[in-house]
């Protein structure tokens, strides 16, 4: 468990900070703190395999380097809400921006408070309605899924068998009945995190595929209720266990970081890692989760998603930016990203890194006047490289925060990463905590 020292944070009663402890008692602090690999495992992380998110005990580092005292911490790109519910645990309160929907929902789900026996009563009759129904209300539920998600899908490829997803739409729609919709949202995620391990796929990297010999080892309906049953029962537990966290309250504010960071609240500190510029939409590693439990329902659902994340990839073509970012390293790296541009494995890389720092722009932007003067915030990036040329991305935005007027320390190096696989594969490529602090406006 990490070292937790409070001085610029609230004070925790005994019961809090036992609480506290009991939470991190397994965390592995040997591992490193931009991970969320030994964290997976905690209450509430382990609900639903988030990969990107990073570890508690990051959140625990910034928040003693704060200055001043703490009181509420911004996350701009919130996630799975593992600084929502470690700020909760600490007496702060937290803010989330999140764009996808799903993991919108996924981190206030752990961020509520719920009746515990009204949770046990509906997860009943969830339970019972979609084992019951014999067919779904709706005569092809799976009608607006893309093709490859039923069976006979496409080339012979497909995610769910038809009873499966059968199943998998009962409880769907017996959620969708409940009447309390605080209970619909986290049994919507408890759905959710489910899906993956009852389709055909597997999680590989930053995207997923076929499960070998998956024709043979078909997942069934009473796989989706087991997975179901056993998803529910780690989440009552924990609800149960953790009730008593040092504050309740939150907010999750649901749309893109550059349109809806401004409107937020002030706060004492900002903590937050956005995608990495390594030109993949996040959104792809969600499309099951967003199709089947119906935050996308046409392809124009798909695209406007795609085009409301940070430009960080070119799976969709964005409007082209006219900005300019104060940035020498970044202008020195266009240039470099242009003479090869025709080698590239995508000619619109080039125009993907500078749309990708000129939102990053408009956030620290927002920033002055989001987090308190003299406060804090601590940004956790990734570098890139293609072609061999290094996108430094921790020291283009202490460049660019300089010349918004914030304090720059430098960035610190976390770890490596490995390059891509055209790359060589090495760990050249750096992680890094850049931390920011607001001067007086």
């Not at 509520?112 to 949770?119: C, E, F, G």
Request: aromatic share 8%; hydrophobic share 40%; proline share 5%.
């Amino acid at each position: 468990m990490p070292h937790i020292q409070t001085s610029s944070l609230p004070s925790l009663g005994m019961s809090h900070s036992r609480v506290l402890k009991a939470w991190l008692g397994e965390l592995d602090v040997s591992a490193p703190a931009s991970s969320n690999v030994p964290g997976m495992q905690l209450p509430f992380q382990r609900w639903f395999k988030f990969k990107e998110a990073f570890s508690p005990s990051l959140i625990v580092e910034c928040l003693e380097k704060a200055s001043g005292p703490v009181r509420s911490c911004l996350d701009a790109f919130g996630g799975c809400g593992t600084t929502g519910v470690t700020c909760q645990f600490l007496g702060v309160q937290p803010i989330l921006v999140e764009v996808n929907p799903f993991i919108a929902d996924l981190a206030e789900a752990k961020l509520a408070s719920y009746d515990r026996l009204a949770l046990l009563d509906d997860f009943g009759s969830i339970a019972r309605s979609a084992r019951m129904r014999r067919a779904p209300r709706t005569r092809n539920p799976w009608a607006q899924l893309p093709a490859t998600f039923c069976e006979p899908g496409i080339d012979g490829r497909w995610l769910f068998s038809r009873e499966t997803l059968a199943r998998i739409m009962a409880y769907r729609e017996a959620i969708e009945a409940l009447r309390d919709a605080r209970n619909a949202q986290l049994f919507r995620v408890l759905l959710g995190s489910v899906l993956v391990g009852c389709s055909n796929a597997v999680v590989n990297g930053k995207g997923r595929k076929y499960r070998g010999q998956w024709h043979k080892t078909q997942k069934t309906p009473a796989d989706v209720d087991r997975a179901v049953a056993a998803a529910f029962s780690y989440a009552i537990e924990d609800l149960e266990r953790y009730a008593a966290r040092a504050r309740t309250d939150y907010q999750v504010i649901r749309g893109s970081c550059v349109t809806q960071v401004p409107k937020a609240p002030e706060v004492d500190v900002a903590i937050f890692s956005p995608p990495y510029p390594n030109s993949f939409d996040y959104t792809d590693i969600y499309n099951i989760e967003l199709w089947v439990l119906g935050y996308l329902n046409s392809a124009q659902d798909n695209l406007k998603l795609r085009q409301e994340t940070l430009r960080s990839h070119v799976q969709c073509t964005f409007e082209k930016t006219l900005d300019t970012v104060a940035s020498p390293t970044l202008k020195r790296t266009l240039k470099k990203l242009e003479k090869v541009r025709s080698d590239l494995w995508d000619p619109r890389i080039p125009e993907m890194v500078a749309g990708y720092f000129a939102d990053l722009a408009s956030l620290l932007h927002s920033l002055r006047t989001v987090v308190r003067t003299g406060g804090s915030s601590f940004i956790v990036v990734g570098d890139s490289c293609y072609r061999g040329i290094p996108v430094r991305v921790a020291d283009i935005l202490a460049e660019v925060a300089e010349a918004e007027g914030f304090s720059v320390r430098a960035p610190k190096v976390v770890r490596k990463m490995r390059t891509s696989a055209q790359q060589g594969g090495g760990h050249a490529l750096n992680e890094s905590v850049l931390e920011i602090k607001n001067r007086s406006r």
